[in-house]
């Protein structure tokens, strides 16, 4: 597994970047070569992506609006329906062949929650998946149910692109302006937000980056 970051990125071009390596694999995988998997972290400007299958009436902002917030709006290919990304939030895109690790979609998704959900005991949360609904809850079996991580994929293949989003430092005003992932009725939270005071993101990523290369051992 290589480990690439990217940094602060605007999000068109890390979607480039991903269109490019996730085409690459593919080539690869058509021609019966080795494929690699690519584990990319990075952070974003201030936009709001919408999945293929999405609302737009879930962004409750209009383009002006979205200007004063010096946000940008962009369709995307990924499933899931609406989110925010911007600085504070780490972003994660694996690009994996999962015939690497013989799994299938569904295996491959449950994995992503469950990395993160190991990533927030090392800080003292309960985190866990949500009936009905992708990404990582706090307390989701309750009326105070609230997410923490987005997660929202592509695959061709069996290889993926896209991936998950968590709330680290983010400022969760934002998520005011849409209905986040579709949900009128639940809250989004941070780790911030949890513990009570930024967190210091490298160590966060170093100790993530072990998690994955446990979870997706070859």
């Given at each position: ?211 994955f290369e446990k979870k997706f051992s070859t």
């Amino acid at each position: 597994m290589q480990h690439i970051d990217w940094g602060l990125i605007e999000y068109n071009k890390a979607w480039e970047e991903q269109e490019a390596l996730f085409a690459e694999t593919i080539r690869r995988k058509n021609n019966q070569e080795e494929t690699e998997n690519f584990l990319i972290f990075c952070e974003h400007p201030h936009v709001y992506t919408l999945g293929k299958s999405g609302d737009e009436h879930n962004l409750l902002i209009d383009f002006i609006q979205l200007q004063t917030q010096h946000a940008q709006f962009v369709r995307t290919n990924r499933g899931g329906d609406i989110t925010y990304h911007g600085p504070g939030q780490l972003v994660g895109y694996p690009i994996f062949d999962l015939a690497n690790f013989n799994i299938g979609l569904k295996e491959y998704i449950f994995r992503l929650e469950a990395c993160v959900i190991d990533l927030l005991e090392q800080y003292g949360l309960h985190a866990t998946g949500l009936k009905g609904a992708t990404g990582v809850w706090l307390d989701a079996d309750t009326k105070d149910a609230r997410k923490i991580c987005a997660i929202g994929v592509r695959s061709s293949r069996y290889v993926t692109m896209h991936g998950f989003a968590l709330n680290i430092n983010t400022d969760l005003s934002y998520f005011n302006h849409i209905n986040p992932c579709g949900f009128t009725d639940k809250a989004v939270t941070s780790l911030e937000q949890e513990l009570g005071a930024k967190q210091e993101t490298e160590t966060l990523k170093s100790n993530l980056r072990k998690i994955f290369e446990k979870k997706f051992s070859t």
